[in-house]
C-alpha cells in the first residue's frame, strides 16, 4: 500500500487543471483501470490517505463518493473501502466468460457442482429440439472471478457435443475450439430476479439481493443447438454490453 500512495503522490504532482478531489478520483480511477489496484484490493483508510497526500479528509471523502456512484470502490461500515470487482461482458462477442475475463486482466476458475450424464428436462428439450428424457450433459459450476464466485451456470449439451464431461476443466469455448464446434448464433433472455437462499449461500451474497438472471441458447453455423444454459450472475459484478 506505500506504493500506491507514491503512485498517487506522483500522479497528483502532475498539477491538472482540476479540483482537488476530482484529480484524486481520477488518479484512483486511472490506478484501477491500469490494474495498480486489483479487484477487492483495500484502499487505505480516508485518515492515512489525507495524511499522506497532504489533503484535508473533505477532499478525500468527496473523492470517494464519486467513485463510489461510478461503481469503481465499494465502502462498509467496519471493514473498509476496497476496488469494486467488475467484469465487461458483451453479449455480441463469440468467446465465452473465460476468453472475456481474461481479456480484463483476471483470474477466472470454476468450482464443479455437477458434470454428469441426464435426462434431458422439459424445458431444455424444447430448447436443444430433443424429447424430453433424451441423455444429455449437465454442467452445474460456479464460475469464479479472482477467486470470489460471480455466477452460477447449469447447462444442457447435447451427447454429441460433449461426450466425456469429465474432460471440461475450464472453457467450454475453448474445449470446442480445439475440436471445430463454433457458436455461431447465440439467444439470449434476460430478467432480474432475487438471490434464494441456496443461490446466496453459494454466491455468497445476501439472500434476496438482486441477481441477473439468462436464459441463453447457443447454435453452431448448421444451426443446431450447442447449448441451453440457465445462468444467475451477481448484480454487483458484471456489466453487460450488446451493440446494435
Not at 106 to 123: E, F, H, I, T
Request: aromatic fraction near 6%; include cysteine; charged fraction near 20%.
Amino acid at each position: 500500500m506505500t506504493d500506491f500512495m507514491a503512485w498517487l503522490r506522483e500522479h497528483l504532482a502532475q498539477g491538472a487543471a482540476a479540483p482537488r478531489y476530482i484529480q484524486l478520483a481520477t488518479a484512483i480511477e486511472t490506478a484501477i483501470r491500469q490494474q495498480v489496484l486489483a479487484a477487492e484490493a483495500f484502499l487505505p483508510p480516508e485518515r492515512h490517505m489525507a495524511e499522506g497526500l497532504a489533503l484535508s479528509r473533505v477532499t478525500v471523502s468527496k473523492a470517494m463518493k464519486l467513485l463510489e456512484e461510478k461503481g469503481l470502490i465499494s465502502r462498509q461500515q467496519g471493514v473498509g473501502t476496497r476496488v469494486a470487482m467488475r467484469i465487461g461482458y458483451s453479449l455480441d462477442k463469440d468467446s465465452g466468460f473465460t476468453a472475456q475475463a481474461l481479456r480484463h486482466g483476471s483470474s477466472v476458475s470454476n468450482r464443479w457442482l455437477l458434470r454428469a450424464r441426464v435426462g434431458a428436462p422439459a424445458k431444455a428439450a424444447a430448447a436443444l429440439g430433443i424429447a424430453e428424457g433424451d441423455e444429455v450433459v449437465k454442467l452445474r459450476r460456479l464460475r469464479l472471478l479472482n477467486g470470489s464466485p460471480v455466477s452460477l451456470e447449469t447447462t444442457y449439451i447435447p451427447l454429441r457435443f460433449l461426450p466425456e464431461p469429465a474432460q471440461l476443466e475450464h472453457s467450454l469455448y475453448a474445449l470446442w475450439q480445439s475440436r471445430g464446434i463454433v457458436p455461431e448464433d447465440k439467444h439470449f433472455l434476460l430478467k432480474a430476479v432475487s438471490c434464494s437462499g441456496e443461490v446466496a449461500e453459494l454466491l455468497n451474497v445476501p439472500c434476496g439481493a438482486p441477481l441477473l438472471h439468462i436464459i441463453q441458447t447457443s447454435r453452431n453455423a448448421r444451426g443446431e443447438a450447442l447449448e441451453f444454459s440457465d445462468i444467475l450472475c451477481r448484480s454487483d459484478v458484471y456489466e453487460f454490453e450488446v451493440n446494435g
